[in-house]
């Protein structure tokens, strides 16, 4: 049994490292990075500081104080209080990134389990065995708003990034697994060996969401709905533009002014360009993105035509969805690109591709 705690106890210890370490890599992405992250991304940092304080007060409450200590319940109560403010805060992230406004109703729920935690207990002397059971049952919902959140994501992504995002939402469930088998229930009825497996398999799950966080090109490219701007596919042999869309910026707070010679009469500029610096050869590259003033120009060639975005970051997903687009618009009309007569109202129908593929019609039309 001593082996078994003295494990237990190493693997707690590399669980806190864990939380504190990937605290570190948002505070260095945010501070040091010369991309940052957007500021409500930097709140998933707290969610890791918090679990790591949480654990280690766990530790402290499970090793070195005894239930007979007038400190035990408190100690208890400021470890569970740090994990729930942890979940608060990713679920408050998860709530402003979903494409519809949840009024922060689950971040407030949080907090008001987090008033019951210590309210109860201190002031109306009310059980701890209570408190881990109000713990346990509302614990769950507020991972699965969680999940549900990581879920839409995955739907709003494609290729690199919705890996990630699978990798983190695998990562999540591994580790609420983990957290579930690490607690006194399963100990009663399995025994500390059952406790043991649990620690370790929440360190493995929060490993995959550390390694996942840290291999995403930039927390940005959750919020790749809101850099779009603008939208073309012309005819690469001469110019003629065959669909184009603009997209309303979602953030007021930007100051975007766009020059229309630009993207209107200057598409024939930009024609002159794609044709001095692609060749036949050169089908399906993605070509270096141009800027102008704020903005990205990010182009990408298929066989018949050019796709242009316009947006205010380049980002991995919308050069992906980009490539995506121009491959699916030339699948569906190649007939037409092939023997193309100058007659563009042919190519209206295709609208939808925009919307199904960038996934805008609840973001832009709602």
């Known amino acids: 049994m001593l082996v078994i705690s003295e494990l237990m106890l190493g693997f707690l210890f590399i669980e806190a490292f864990l939380n504190f370490q990937i605290t570190i890599f948002f505070i260095y992405d945010r501070f040091f990075k010369n991309v940052k992250v957007k500021s409500k991304f930097n709140l998933l940092a707290f969610y890791f500081l918090f679990l ?9 409450n499970d090793y070195l104080i005894t239930e007979s200590s007038q400190y035990f319940d408190f100690i208890y109560l400021l470890g569970i209080g740090f994990a729930i403010l ?7 992230t998860s709530e402003r990134m979903l494409p519809f406004n949840t009024r922060h109703l689950i971040s407030i729920s949080g907090l008001l389990l987090l008033f019951v935690t210590y309210f109860l207990p201190l002031i109306m002397k009310f ?15 507020l991972f699965l708003f969680i999940f549900i959140s990581l879920i839409i994501l995955i739907i709003r992504t494609i290729e690199t990034i919705r890996r990630y995002i699978m990798l983190i939402f695998f990562g999540l469930i591994i580790f609420g697994l983990g957290r579930g088998l690490n607690t006194e229930y399963f100990e009663i009825i399995a025994g500390e060996y059952i406790n043991l497996i649990g620690i370790i398999v929440t360190v493995m799950g929060l490993a995959i969401i550390g390694f996942s966080f840290r291999a995403l090109p930039s927390l940005n490219e959750l919020e790749w709905h809101k850099e779009l701007l603008d939208f073309y596919i012309i005819k690469t042999s001469n110019g003629v533009c065959l669909l184009k869309d603009t997209f309303p910026p979602k953030n007021s707070n930007k100051n975007i002014k766009i020059d229309a010679d630009l993207l209107a009469g200057g598409l024939s500029g930009i024609t002159s360009l794609i044709s001095e610096i692609i060749s036949e050869k050169d089908e399906g590259q ?3 993105v141009i800027d102008h003033m704020d903005i990205k120009i990010i182009l990408h060639k298929g066989r018949f035509v050019t796709g242009i975005l ?24 190649m007939k037409s690109l092939m023997n193309f007569d100058g007659n563009i109202a042919k190519f209206v129908k295709d609208r939808d591709l925009i919307y199904n593929i960038f996934k805008l019609k609840k973001i832009y039309k709602s």
Request: with cysteine; aromatic share 14%; hydrophobic share 55%.
């Open 52 to 60: 790591g304080i949480s654990k280690c007060v766990m530790i402290l």
């Open 86 to 92: 942890g979940v608060i805060f990713f679920v408050h």
């Open 127 to 141: 059980p701890l065995n209570f408190v881990r059971i109000v713990y346990y049952i509302t614990f769950p919902i």
């Open 286 to 288: 993605y070509l270096q």
């Open 310 to 333: 316009v947006a205010m970051k380049e980002l991995q997903i919308l050069i992906d969805k980009l490539k995506l687009i121009v491959k699916v618009f030339e699948k569906r009309n």
